[in-house]
């Protein structure tokens, strides 16, 4: 790695630390399939497993290893010759082999897990980067519970393991266990105590256990670190890592951090649900970033100011995460602006509705459901009984006969303007004829080019959605219709768009 003062390298281990929790592991197709999106994105190492856990994980470091060619290519392994000897094994054909090896800084650590001393622990860290260091040129080394380690130790071991040959030097809060003043403390402590620390990166690996693992890692690069390790969706062991794609839109948002990497944010969304899908893991919807109401607003002050100007409730542009817009959910809180914006989004002119009036209904139909869909709203704007025109014709009255022996007649009364007027006419079927009198009310000529129906649900008593594209004088308008009468959806189709241009 060429270190650049400013650039913050992305490690990921989606596919290593991220597996790790139960019911998301990954067949090797699979992982090839996400590496390589992660490369796409532009991560710059890629953990690709833990080869001497499994014959699985040993043959998948091999795979991704032929299979990815930009981002280095990681094996975790322990402190010991046997996991080295694998991850040397399983990373011969990667471009840019790195080898992670490691063992715990804590005191905690060093009595109960290895029921050592802290200077049989530090032997052995030396010794395994030494060891490592004969297989590939980059090795990176992990203080297991750093966050938990004493600082003058813990700085004594990475001064050691760098003079052994690391190049990267891993900086753990393995149990999400630190405060972000003190996780930064604790990375400008070995910035400013550790005297060859300039030959080695820095790495921060944070986990969620109280919810900070996002903090804690920018509290690590603000205060030099110039590696973050992290999982797309912050998936990973107990409550999860840190999400990459949260460090790394902090740092395109702030940019008087002056910090930078080299991620193409507008793969997040896709890549998010590459991940969920493959990991059976889904995305709370509350989640920053890649959540389905990340971008979404739904309370009537917010999308007022929304609408009004963007910046007001948002401070990236959806577009730079992979999605289209932000949404504009429709509820009983939402308000006239949002409301209108939806209207004209389907095609509706203002100017000729009774907002205020449709607007009454609107807040009668949020009540009774939790969010309101297109289908909805077009449902309001054709209800027949309720005119959402302003001096738009409305259908009073509808009777159709029609059958084996009996022409195809429909009788009408159409309100316009405060009179009403009727009409009867025939057709080659009942929505042919109600057609023919509503025209004849009308008194304009309008050509029909297409007619479908749609059952909402299914089922003989469902309703129907009736979608009708007139054209009047050479241009083109839609009318939709609900009812649980095909015909008066019809008729409330056609209606609807006549109400367009009239």
Known sequence: MLHDPNRVYVFDTTLRDGEQV??????????????????????????????????????????????????????????????????????????????????????MHIKYKFNSTREQILERAVDAVKYAKKFVEDIEFYAEDAGRADNEFLAKMIEAVIAAGATVVNIPDTNGYCLPEQYGAKILYLKENVKNIDNAIISVHCHNDLGLATANTVAGIINGARQIECTINGIGERAGNTALEEVAMIL??????????????????????????????????????????????????????FLKHRENYEIMN?????????????????????????????????????????YQRFLVLADDKLSISDDDLLFLMSNSDKSAYKNGY????????????????????????????????????????????????????????????????????????????????????????????????????YLDAINKFL
Not at 76 to 81: D, F, G, P, Y
Not at 280 to 304: C, E
Not at 328 to 353: D, N, Q, V
């Open 252 to 305: 395109k948002t702030h940019k008087a951090l002056n910090l930078h990497t080299n991620i193409k944010s507008k793969h997040f969304t896709e890549i998010s649900h590459m991940v969920s899908r493959m990991m059976r893991m889904p995305v709370q919807p509350n989640k920053a970033i890649v959540g389905k109401n990340a971008f979404a607003h739904s309370s009537g002050i917010h999308q007022d100011g």
């Open 22 to 107: 139960p019911g998301c592991q990954l067949s090797t197709p699979e992982k090839i399939e996400i590496a390589k999106a992660l490369e796409l994105l532009g991560v710059d190492v890629i953990e690709a497993g833990f080869p001497i856990s499994s014959p699985g994980d040993f043959q998948s470091v091999i795979e991704l290893s032929k299979a990815v060619k930009e981002p280095i290519i990681c094996a975790l392994t322990r402190a010991n010759k046997g996991d080295i000897d694998s991850a040397a094994a399983a990373l011969k054909y990667a471009k840019y082999p790195r080898i992670h090896t490691g063992i715990g800084a804590s005191d």
């Open 318 to 358: 959806p577009e730079d995460v992979g999605l289209n817009e932000a949404g504009i959910i429709l509820t009983a809180r939402s308000g006239r602006h949002a409301l209108k914006h939806h209207l004209e989004r389907l095609g509706y002119e203002i100017e000729k509705i009774n907002l205020d009036d449709v």
């Open 394 to 493: 409305k259908l009073n009255l509808l009777h159709v006969i029609c059958g084996d022996n009996d022409k195809p007649n429909a009788h009408i009364k159409l309100q316009h303007n405060g009179e009403e007027k009727e009409a009867s006419a025939t057709g080659n079927g009942p929505v042919n004829a109600t057609v023919n009198a509503i025209t004849s009310i009308i008194g304009k000529i309008i050509e029909l080019k297409e007619f479908t129906i749609q059952a909402m649900h299914g089922g003989s008593d469902d309703v129907s959605k009736v979608n009708m594209r007139v054209v009047f004088e050479g241009k083109s308008y839609q009318g939709y219709g609900f009812s649980t009468d095909i015909v008066k959806a019809s008729a409330n189709a």
